[in-house]
T-cell receptor, first 111, second 119 residues
Framework: QSVLTQPPSASGTPGQRVTISCSGS????????VHWYQQLPGTAPKLLIY???QRPSGVPDRFSGSKSGASASLAISGLQSEDEAYYYC????????????FGGGTKLTVL | QVQLQESGPGLVKPSQTLSLTCTVS??????????WSWIRQHPGKGLEWIGY???????YYNPSLESRVTISVDTSKNQFSLKLSSVTAADTAVYYC???????????WGKGTTVPISS
């Protein structure tokens, strides 16, 4: 059972806007920055969003992040077939002496 | 640009110690603003953070693995390493090394190495 909760799946058609949610608690998302990773099949995760809503260089502005209280969301607009991947949220958690925690991952399918 | 590459044995026997090394190229491991992390992914599952080390040698481990994990750094070789003791089949996973920023985001990842635990 992951500390951060994500829906196991999401889907959309090309061009649509989809959002993926990530729910946590005061000890993680509620007090720490949230980060998002994209993992294409058979590859290492790639940083997509850091510090709630910042995009690393090279990440298209179709990807955006937001946070409210102990929940966060990743939005993907203008959905493309190459966006089909797993998406993970992550944050530092101050409980249990402190640890990094991930969501269980959301499989995004482009229909 | 900075690249990370994991290396280690392809197979480890149960009860033995898993040892992996991450070689950093294109940049120095001796920067105070970076955390050097290990993460693993069990087959078909999500990501699990193992721990990180600073260039100074300060370490921080996942409490769930702390009793079996040691992460060390060799600044002369621009490498950091992971040792996981008393492994079982449950430690079979893809192991990634990554560079972390100050708020625990990981912006550069190695390709990962699959470590089966089997006799």
């Amino acid at each position: 059972q992951s500390v951060l909760t994500q829906p196991p799946s999401a889907s959309g058609t090309p061009g649509q806007r989809v959002t993926i949610s990530c729910s946590g608690s005061i000890s993680n998302i509620g007090s720490k920055p949230v980060h998002w990773y994209q993992q294409l099949p058979g590859t290492a995760p790639k940083l997509l969003i850091y510090n709630n809503n910042q995009r690393p260089s090279g990440v298209p502005d179709r990807f955006s992040g937001s946070k409210s209280g102990a929940s966060a969301s990743l939005a993907i607009s203008g959905l493309q077939s190459e966006d089909e991947a797993y998406y993970y949220c992550a944050a530092w958690d101050d409980s249990l002496k402190g640890r990094g925690v991930f969501g269980g991952g959301t499989k995004l399918t482009v229909l | 640009q900075v690249q990370l590459q994991e290396s280690g044995p392809g197979l480890v026997k149960p009860s033995q110690t898993l040892s992996l090394t991450c070689t950093v190229s294109g940049g120095s491991i001796s920067r105070s603003d970076y955390y050097w992390s290990w993460i693993r992914q069990h087959p078909g599952k999500g990501l699990e953070w193992i721990g990180y080390i600073l260039y100074s040698g300060t370490t921080y481990y996942n409490p769930s693995l702390e009793s079996r994990v040691t992460i060390s750094v060799d600044t002369s070789k621009n490498q950091f390493s992971l040792k996981l003791s008393s492994v079982t089949a449950a430690d079979t996973a893809v192991y990634y090394c990554a560079r972390g920023g100050p708020t625990w985001y990981m912006d550069v990842w190695g390709k990962g190495t699959t470590v089966p635990i089997s006799s």
